[in-house]
């Protein structure tokens, strides 16, 4: 069976977790270089096929009003550094774990496997040593990679 794969970022109108790393970086970190931060969440779906990922896609995954998906990774583009945090093997994940249960409800079947993570682009003139720093405030060590 397939895996299937999905992006999904807030449109900026509604992009508060982007906006509130974006002053914690800066306020916080004193990283007044960074000028934007951008957060996408990425889902691994496999046990289902191809028509209840689609379904999925617009009613577990994303909200269509709120969200923007997509099918690939974005390019980071000139100035923009980018990283993904998962879970560790064994720690346990939310939000893969709701995402599984409403799958499941969805198709009155079996329980698909779910993983997700996060991925951050950072935006601005941040040099190794700040952007070593992001990672290090954005990632727990002790759940996280």
């Known amino acids: 069976m397939s895996v299937f794969r999905i ?82 093997p064994g720690q346990f994940d939310q939000r893969a774990d709701s995402c599984e249960q409403c799958i499941q409800i969805m198709t009155q079947g079996d329980r698909p496997k779910v993983r997700s993570a996060r991925i951050y682009l950072i935006k601005g003139q941040v040099s190794d040593e700040q952007f070593a720093a992001i990672k290090h405030t954005l990632i727990n060590p002790v759940e996280a990679r």
């Open 7 to 88: 992006y999904v970022e807030k449109k900026p109108a509604f992009a508060v977790e982007a906006k509130s790393v974006l002053h914690d970086l800066r306020s916080s970190l004193q990283m007044k270089g960074v000028t934007d931060v951008r957060v996408i969440n990425r889902y691994d779906v496999e046990g289902i096929d191809e028509t209840v990922f689609n379904m999925a896609s617009t009613t577990v995954f994303s909200e269509p009003a709120v969200d923007v998906t997509y099918s690939e990774l974005l390019k980071p583009q000139q100035g923009q550094r980018m990283f993904a945090v998962e879970y560790l």
